[in-house]
C-alpha cells in the first residue's frame, strides 16, 4: 500500500516511521523544504529517542521517503495521512489553517479515489469540514472519504507509543475505510492491541476526553498537594496509596509545578472553547486550567518566600527547562513559566538542560546558559529543580552545598527524600511535603 503522510513534525515523522516499519511504503512530505533536505541527508529535525536509527533503516530499504511536493504525494498515494499542526488561537480555539490549507491541495489533485485519514488534533466535525473543502476544491467526482485516527504518543516515548499503544481509534463512515485501516495497523491488531472501530464524531472527541481527563487527574492531586502543604499533609503517601485504587490508577498522580507541552494545554483549552460555542459550559476543563495556572504562582511564591519577600540580586539555578524529561520541546513549559515568573521578580537565572538549552535561549535571553547542574549551581542562592530529568535525580549534595552561596533546595518535581537533602546541609522545599 502506498500511503503519503501530509506533515512531517512529531507525529506525521514518528508514524510515518513506525507505519515504514511495518513494511508499508510511505512518503512523508513537508511545505518546509529545510525540513525535508535535513531528513534526506539523514539527519532529524526533532529530538525523539530511538527515531533516528529507524529513519536511517527504513530510508535505506527503500520504503520511507522524504519529499517538499505535496501535490505530488497525493497525486500517488492511495492513502493520505493528515499531521499537521492544529495550534491555538489566542481565544483558545484551534488554528485550522494548515488543515484547510492541506485540504485544498488534496482537493486540487484529486486523481483518484482516496482514503483521508486525519491524525492532526481538531475539534469535532472537522473531518467532514475537511471533506467539503476537498470537493469544493476537486472538479472530479471521485469518493473521498475523511476518516479520524487520532493519535496519543507521547514525547520523548513516541517511538515506544507507536508499537505499544494502549489502542488504536479509528473513526470511519464506511466499511471500505475501516478496512484498509484495518490493513494499514494488521501488525499491532496481531500483537492483540485493542482497537476501537467507531464513528468518525467519536474519535475526534475521544482524543479531547483523553488529554483532558489526564490534565484533570494531575490538576486533581496538584490541588492534594497544596491541601497537604496547608495542613501538614504528605503528598508521596497520599499519591501512592490513591493509586493503589485500581479505580483510580496509579499514573499521572505526580504533583509538581502543573503540566505544560504542546497537548494538553492546547486540547484542554480548545475543548472549553469548542463546548462554549455549543452553549455547553465544561467546569471541570476550566477548573483545571485554573488549577494548573496556580501552580506556577504557588511554586513562585514558595521562593519569594523562603527569601523575606524579596529576589532582587538573588542567583538561582534552574534545573531543567523543557516541558518534561526526555525531551527538547519547551512549548508551555511550567520551568519558563516559573523561569520568567522568577525574572520579574528581580532574580538572576543560571540555567541548565541536558537537551533543551537552545531552545530556552530565545524565551530566556537574560538567563545565564550553564553546562550542567554544578555549573549552573556554583554561587547560586537557590537551586529550582523544575523538570526531572534522570540527570537530577542523584545530584551529589554535598557538593552543592559546597559550591553554592546560599542552602536552599527547591524540589518542585518531588524527586528527594526530604531528610536527605537536609543531611546535606541544604534547606529543602517540595510540592506537598
Ligand atoms: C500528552 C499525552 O500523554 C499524549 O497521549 C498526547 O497525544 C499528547 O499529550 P505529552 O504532552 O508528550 O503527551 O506529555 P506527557 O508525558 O503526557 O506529560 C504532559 C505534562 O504533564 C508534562 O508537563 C508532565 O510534566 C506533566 N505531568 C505528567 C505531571 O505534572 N504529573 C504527572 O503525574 C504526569
Known sequence: MNIAIIGTGYVGLVTGTGLSSFGLNITCVDIDKKKIDLLNGGKLPIYEPQLEDLVENNAKEGRLRFSSDVAGA????????????TPPKEDG?????????????IGENLNAEKLIVNKSTVPVGTADYIKKIIERYSDKNYTVE????????????????????????LGTESEH??????DIYRPLYLLETPFIKTDVHTAELIKYAANCF???????????????DKTGANITDLSKALGLDGRIGKKFLHAGIGFGGSCFPKDVRSLVNQTEKLQYNFRIGKAVLDVNRKQIEIALNKIVAAFDGSLNDKTIALLGVSFKPETDDIRESPAIYLAKGLLENGAKIKM?????????????????????????????????????????RHL??????????????????????????????????????
Open 74 to 85: 497525493i497525486r500517488k498515494n492511495d492513502v493520505i495521512f493528515i499531521a499537521v499542526g
Open 93 to 105: 480555539s484551534t488554528n485550522l489553517a494548515s488543515i484547510e490549507n492541506v485540504a485544498r491541495t
Open 146 to 169: 475523511v476518516a479520524s485516527n487520532p493519535e496519543f504518543l507521547r514525547e520523548g516515548a513516541a517511538v515506544r507509543d507507536f508499537f505499544h499503544p494502549d489502542r488504536i481509534v
Open 177 to 182: 475505510a475501516l478496512s484498509i485501516l484495518m
Open 214 to 228: 489526564l490534565a484533570t487527574k494531575i490538576s486533581f492531586i496538584n490541588e492534594m498537594a497544596n491541601i497537604c
Open 352 to 392: 541548565y538542560d541536558p537537551k533543551a538549552l537552545e531552545n530556552a535561549k530565545a524565551e530566556l535571553s537574560s538567563a545565564k546558559l550553564s553546562e550542567d547542574a554544578y555549573d549552573a549551581a556554583k554561587d547560586a542562592d537557590a537551586i529550582v529543580l523544575a523538570t526531572e530529568w534522570n540527570q537530577f
Open 396 to 433: 551529589d549534595l554535598s557538593r552543592l552545598k559546597t559550591i553554592m552561596r546560599g542552602k536552599l533546595f527547591f524540589d518542585f518535581r518531588n524527586v528527594y527524600p526530604k531528610n536527605k537533602v537536609a543531611e546535606a546541609g541544604l534547606k529543602y522545599f517540595a510540592i506537598g511535603r
